[in-house]
């Protein structure tokens, strides 16, 4: 039997100002029928490219400059399609297009128009490719929405993206691309913006889906832990080259070229030994200067007045208007904290984990007083006085912004575009007054070559920098004030994998050098474990559980840690995820959860110590050695 | 719904009053009453004036009573339909704009459909032609257009009306039709003329309009959900009118509370150029001569305007995005 697809020393150029860029340089690799493969490497490797030339969906300033690809059409056997040699909006490829071969994105809400229905978007490509009336096209989108385990798809139908959960988009997203039934699929990350819950959903879903309809995957992806549960076969592209390809054995039972184990080895797990480091593709050089390590040192005895932060029944709830404008106020409430109480030692560096919606950033914003919780108390150790931040009004609370700084999700919206990177580093000295413009200057070099950039690059903006630059930007920018504590609210959850460890490396080395203290919010469970001494997880506005990192993810007691470890895809083939327990609904509803954690109305549960620092959100009465046991 | 609207109309009610105040407050400040500029007038072409008459015509249009009372007087007169006196023309403010307020409208509506018809199509060309020779070409006549003032344009096209068409120089009609009743040439007649205008006022309102929904179209047109669209395998001009125009149209919409009033305000010198019967000359008049129940009712009657047309673009656009319809108030 022929292969479905083969690409063949497939060549892409960007034409852009001041020369070509060449993307893709000669690769070729073939899918056979039915089976899943996997592109694997860094972003700005050539990986999306490809499934775009696939798609015949290249940006316009991109030119296939040589090879072909070949489709098989299994509708029509003996006849083969290039698609490198038909033209991007020829009737040929729209009639491949959507039709025989579809594709699946990373970002499902920008992939779906906000405008449109869900079932309007799923049903377009049905009646785009075949005539059905439109009552058989709404039966055959319904069937489909089910199919991808929509609850009500009756109801989904006239619903838009934006009213539907992240999972739930994907679903859609992929009901969109199946309803005509493709040989191919084409995935492009589809789970990398996805929560780990929802991502053993999806990924179990696309495995389910291809079983049933037949259909070839194209996974393209950066995380090994996918590949290993997925593919059958896996390329590894670098630089728009292939490294390697092979069998999903092969390349895991003997990964030969550097790039792949660099790749694997620039990604924390949860087998690092304590103290081993990740090792970034590309090292930075970094160091820490005379003026941010003198900061006066800890008076004796200044730990006595209680931990660096003490956050303790902390409470806030969002109104929520549903309906809309046009039919009438029903207020609702959404309870986003919920009796939080956590304390983070100075020094040491405190992890939040937990789900998109848990919660855990409206904790961050709290503390930096950006949002007033309804109840609860923040204490700040101030060098040995006690200090209730969320008592503090106005002026008085400009000293503890010096003391407490923060570093944000987003490099590329926290950055002022207009500014010259020296400006953004500077601010936050102008605004509090620190030093004349000579010391301000000296500090910004400090910092600069703090993060591992080269002062001569202060004059330039933001734009010219990269993700990962402007992170380092982000966090020079926090530490200019020498903070005593640092709230990371997911550094690097925008970055890719690569640069990831050399953030992580970063904020590592720094608190050391600096005697800071972090706490650092993540919904990525290796990432926490890899850089934080105690962990948290939420969910729901609640703590669950609360440990040392070594006891946390290796001895978890609460059944919504466990469910989430057993969600977590590893690079190994022999601790592949148990597709069969993944599908078994949300384990994010604190009610469902089993006895004695569910959390209901009627009974209270409170965080029960375990020892040893280990804390369990379970029924109030309940005893602490049956949960050890359980 | 029901309730949104009668809340939106009660909202007007504080709004329209805080602007007849402050109508009213910039009608009073230029020092001097419309009598005393009367006088003025009079006695720079050497007439005398009796000052008795002047003293009489003071009591009676009330110049005498304080501010807030004839501030009171106004406001009272405007709810019940009595807009006031004209002293330039000495008739009554609603006989003096009504004729002329129903061609002020139908040039505006002339003027804003010929917009409409030639920006959308020019700036869907351009946005998805982007640098390429046609997109500079059209990019380079509206800028053109942007920048040529408008009654210069208006005196090139009035010659050319009348070399090319012999049409009659200036108004809305030919001057045998003037205060004839309504007939099919009349109608004619107003076609023929109405074109000039039309062009003139929508020139740059067009050019504006062109540049604003291609840098529209351009931002959505790199949007990953038009990319979605095109795996689909749907054509690319379906998909171009389904998901980026619909998208970039809610500017459109949005402008709709401005549009009626600066389309009506903003032709004030054209239609003096091409002397118009519609509102604009009056306007200026009035304001020249501190007519103030004409300047002052003609600015409440562009103020409900404004206030009006934004209401009309909220609905409309609550009616086409469901993200407002659907999501509008909530907070975070």
């Known amino acids: 039997m022929t292969d479905l697809l083969a690409v063949r020393d ?15 340089r000669g690769v070729s690799f073939r899918i056979r029928h039915g089976s899943s493969i996997a592109l694997v490497g860094e972003s700005g490797s050539g990986k999306s490219v490809i499934s775009q030339a696939i798609m015949g969906i290249l940006p316009d300033t991109a030119r296939i400059a040589g090879g072909q690809i070949v489709f098989a059409d299994p509708e029509q056997p003996g006849s083969t399609v290039d698609i490198a040699s038909l033209s991007a909006d020829s009737p040929q490829i729209r009639a ?137 076969e896996v390329v590894v592209i670098y630089q728009g080259q292939v490294m390697e390809s092979g069998t999903v054995k092969h390349i895991f039972d003997n990964a030969g070229h550097p790039y792949l184990q660099a790749l694997l080895k620039a990604v924390p797990h949860f087998d690092m030994k304590a103290g081993e480091r990740l090792v970034p593709l590309r090292e930075i050089d970094h160091e820490p200067g005379p003026m941010l390590a003198a900061k006066a040192p800890w008076p004796p005895g200044a730990d006595d007045a209680g931990p660096l932060l003490r956050v303790s029944g902390l409470r ?17 409430s959404v309870t986003a904290v919920d009796g939080v109480t956590f304390d983070v030692k100075r020094g040491e560096c405190f992890g939040l984990v937990g789900e998109s919606g848990c919660g855990k950033t409206t904790i961050g914003k709290i503390i930096m007083r950006a949002l007033t919780p309804d109840a609860g108390a923040v204490v700040f150790n101030d060098r040995g006085t006690p200090v209730d931040l969320l008592s503090l009004k106005n002026d008085d609370l400009l000293p503890y912004r010096q003391k407490i ?20 580093i500077r601010e936050p000295l102008v605004i509090h007054r620190i030093g004349d413009a000579d010391s301000q200057a000296e500090m910004v070099k400090e910092l600069m070559h703090m993060v591992g950039l080269d002062p001569r690059f202060l004059s330039r903006y933001p734009h010219s920098f990269s993700g990962g630059q402007r992170q380092r930007i982000g966090i020079a920018r926090a530490l200019a004030l020498k903070p005593d504590l640092l709230i990371c609210d997911e550094p690097v959850s925008a970055l890719d994998v690569s640069i990831q460890a050399q953030i992580l490396n970063l904020l590592k080395d720094m608190q050391a050098g600096l005697g800071l203290t972090y ?94 620092g280990h804390f369990v959100l379970a029924a109030a009465d309940t005893d602490p050695r049956d949960l050890a046991g359980c | 719904m029901i309730g949104y609207v009668v809340h939106r109309l009660l909202i007007m009610i504080p709004t329209l009053l805080a602007i007849s105040l402050i109508v009213f407050v910039i009608i009073e400040l230029p020092p001097g009453d419309y009598l005393e500029s009367y006088v003025a007038e009079l006695e720079s072409q050497g007439e005398s004036v009796d000052p008795k008459e002047i003293e009489f015509l003071r009591t009676q249009y009330g110049f005498d009573k304080p501010a807030h009372q004839r501030y009171l007087h106004w406001l009272v007169g405007m709810v019940q339909g009595d807009f006031g006196y004209s002293f330039e023309y000495r008739l009554p403010v609603s ?17 804003i459909l010929f917009t409409w018809i030639i920006a959308f199509p020019i700036g869907l060309y351009s946005a998805t032609h982007q640098y390429s020779w046609g997109d500079y070409g059209l990019t380079f006549i509206g800028l053109v257009g942007l920048a040529t003032p408008n009654f210069l344009l208006a005196l090139i096209l009035l010659y050319l009306a009348n070399v090319v068409f012999g049409t009659s120089i200036g108004g809305l009609m030919d001057p045998q039709y003037l205060d004839q009743p309504w007939s099919l040439d009349k109608v004619l007649s107003v076609l023929a003329h109405l074109w000039i205008p ?47 125009l619909r998208m970039a149209i809610n500017f459109f919409v949005a402008d709709i509370g401005s549009l009626l009033p600066s389309i009506i305000s903003g032709a004030e010198l054209v239609a003096i150029v091409l002397s118009l019967p519609t509102t604009g000359p009056i306007l200026i008049a009035a304001l020249q001569s501190q007519d103030m129940y004409l300047a002052g009712s003609f600015l409440m009657f562009l103020a409900t305007l404004t206030v009006v047309g934004v209401l009309i673009s909220d609905l409309a656009l609550a009616a086409l995005d469901p993200r407002i319809r659907l999501q509008g108030g909530s907070t975070r």
């Open chain 2, 198 to 244: 039309v062009v003139v006022i929508g020139t740059s309102g067009t050019a504006a309009m062109i540049r604003r929904l291609r840098a529209n179209l351009l931002d959505e047109l790199q949007k990953q959900y038009v990319v979605t669209a095109r795996a689909k395998g749907l054509p690319q001009f379906r998909l171009l009118i389904k998901y980026p």
């Open chain 2, 95 to 111: 006989e003096v704009v009504g004729d002329r307020l129903v061609l002020t409208i139908l040039i505006s509506i002339a003027t």
């Open chain 1, 10 to 24: 497939l060549e892409v150029e960007f034409h852009v100002l001041g020369g070509v860029v060449r993307a893709v």
């Open chain 1, 405 to 424: 700084q923060m570093v944000f999700q987003d490099p590329f919206g926290s950055l002022n575009p207009r500014m010259t990177v020296f400006d953004v």
């Open chain 1, 96 to 232: 491949i297009r959507g039709r025989r071969i579809s594709i699946i994105f990373q970002e499902p809400m920008v992939s779906l128009s906000q405008l449109h229905t869900i079932g309007d978007q799923v049903g377009e490509a049905l009646h785009l490719h075949r005539k059905v009336s439109k009552k058989e096209g709404r039966e055959i989108t319904k069937t489909m929405l089910r199919l991808v385990g929509f609850p009500d798809p009756s109801a989904a139908l006239t619903c838009y993206p934006f009213e539907l959960s992240g999972g739930l988009r994907q679903r859609a997203m992929i009901a969109m691309a199946l309803i005509c039934r493709p040989a191919l699929l084409i995935a492009d990350e589809p789970t990398t913006a996805l929560d780990v819950s929802i991502q053993a959903h999806i990924l179990k879903l696309i495995k389910d889906l291809q079983g049933e309809l037949g259909m070839a995957v194209l996974m393209i992806t950066h995380d090994l832990g996918v590949v290993a549960n997925i593919a059958d």
């Open chain 1, 519 to 612: 706490l650092f919010i993540s919904h990525n469970l290796a990432v926490v474990d890899y850089i934080a001494d105690r962990i948290a997880v939420m969910c729901r506005g609640r703590l669950v559980e609360m440990a040392p990192r070594e006891v946390l993810f290796r001895n978890p007691v609460h059944h919504y840690t466990r469910a989430l470890m057993a969600a977590v895809p590893y690079p190994d083939l022999d601790r592949r995820l148990d597709f069969t327990a993944a599908g078994a609904g949300t384990i994010s509803d604190p009610a469902a959860w089993p006895e004695p954690f569910a959390v209901r109305e009627s009974r209270p549960c409170r965080l029960i110590d375990v020892g040893d």
């Open chain 1, 316 to 332: 806030k709830s969002f109104e929520a208007r549903k309906g809309g404008i046009l039919s009438g106020n029903s207020q609702n």
